[in-house]
C-alpha cells in the first residue's frame, strides 16, 4: 500500500519513540550522573570515606525521590551500612578475644 501524506510512515514512529523516550527520562539526567560518580567513589570505600559515599547517595535521591535511580541509591545506602555494621561487628569480635 503507498502512504499518501506528507511525512513518511517510519517518520511518525520515529518521533513518537524519540518523544516517549525524552519522556521517559531516558539519556543522561544529573541524578545519573550523580549516581555515576557516586558508584565510582565507592570503588574506592574505606572506613575513612564511607560516609562522604552515602552522602553522595543521598543527593541522588534529593534529587529525584522515588525515581528508578533514587531506589537504587536507597538499595547502595543500604548496602554500604550493613558492609559498616559487619566490619564493626568483625572488629568487636577481635577485640574481645584480645586480637587487633
Known amino acids: 500500500m ?9 517518520l511518525i514512529g ?8 525524552l519522556a521517559g527520562g531516558c539519556g543522561n539526567s544529573a541524578q545519573q550522573t550523580a549516581y555515576a560518580q557516586a ?3 565507592e570503588q574506592h570505600l574505606t572506613a ?3 560516609a562522604a559515599i552515602i552522602a553522595q547517595y543521598q543527593q541522588v535521591i534529593a534529587l529525584e ?3 528508578a535511580w533514587a531506589r537504587r541509591a536507597h538499595a547502595r545506602i ?4 550493613a558492609r559498616a555494621k559487619a566490619e564493626e561487628q568483625r572488629k568487636n569480635v577481635f577485640q574481645e578475644h584480645g586480637v587487633d
Do not use: D, F, I, V
Open 78 to 81: 543500604e548496602a554500604l551500612e
Open 2 to 10: 503507498k502512504h499518501r501524506g506528507s511525512n513518511p510512515p517510519g
Open 65 to 67: 525521590p522515588g525515581s
Open 14 to 21: 520515529a518521533l513518537a519513540l524519540g518523544l516517549a523516550l
Open 48 to 50: 575513612e570515606n564511607a
Open 39 to 41: 558508584e565510582k567513589a
